[in-house]
């Protein structure tokens, strides 16, 4: 695989959210972003989940798995981590090494938790769940910097479902609590994966670069959804394809 090439410095970064570099790969018609979105929205998980009537043996399901994939990125930010520093990107070092701590911490551990397991090893993932831990490895081993723009669509794809939803979701229901922690927590709120991808990437070339790999996880996380609800997986677009 060989990548477009970057220019660097290209201009000054973006700062402001509605043209950022992120809200741009969340908006580019160009890889199908926003309908790619709207599916999402649509899919019968997210629907049930909305409407409170998702079978729970789905949602358990799916969050099993979505216990491995935490694992999965907590590995991949580490591996990463060390890649970047060898390559001599110690912005990049720290934040992923920070990151890796961070899901540990406040994802991963409290989940497991939750569900009364002692790790993920007996965990056996489904097809889409699988195909995206693995993109997310390889995207670690063979090109840390974007891991970053890798992991938006969890970020990003969760909360504008939830900020789309929420509105019409009931209090009683059994998933109030997924859209109520999963929407904005205010006005032109970005996470901190969003922040970091806003202030160190901005060129063209790198936009280019990014667009593959931000589409290709927006198709995973939308077939992970798909296949918790048993609905057949979304094809990935030919302009998700990584080149070379």
């Known amino acids: ?23 741009r790969l969340f908006s580019d018609g160009a890889i199908r972003s926003q309908v790619i979105r709207n599916v999402t929205k649509e899919t019968a998980f997210i629907q049930g989940m909305a409407s409170g009537t998702l079978n729970a043996n789905y949602y358990g ?24 520093r060898q390559q001599g990107l110690d912005e990049f070092e720290r934040f992923y090494r920070n990151q890796s701590a961070v899901w540990r911490s406040d994802y991963l551990e409290p989940l497991l ?8 090893q007996k965990v056996q993932p489904g097809t889409a769940a699988s195909e995206y831990m693995s993109f997310l ?46 929407k904005s927590k205010s006005p032109g709120y970005r996470s901190s994966l969003e922040r970091f991808v806003d202030e160190n990437f901005s060129s063209e ?32 677009p030919p302009e998700c394809q990584l080149t070379g």
């Open 137 to 182: 490895t390889t995207v670690s081993q063979d090109h840390a910097k974007y891991l970053a723009i890798a992991l938006l669509p969890c970020a990003m794809l969760w909360r504008w479902l939830a900020d789309e939803l929420f509105p019409s979701v009931q209090v009683n229901s059994a998933y109030y609590s997924w859209f109520q922690e999963n």
């Open 205 to 236: 070339g790198e936009y280019q670069n990014a667009k593959p790999f931000f589409c290709q996880a927006m198709v995973k996380e939308l077939n992970f959804f798909r296949e918790g609800a048993n609905q057949n997986l979304y094809v990935l």
């Open 1 to 23: 695989l060989e990548l477009p090439k970057e220019i660097s410095q290209s201009g000054p970064k973006r700062s402001a959210v509605e043209n950022s570099f992120s809200q």
């Open 113 to 120: 938790e939750v569900w009364h397991l002692e790790n993920t």
């Open 61 to 84: 399901a799916y969050m099993v798995q979505d216990l491995d994939y935490l694992h999965v990125v907590v590995n991949a930010f580490n591996r990463a981590a060390a890649i970047m």
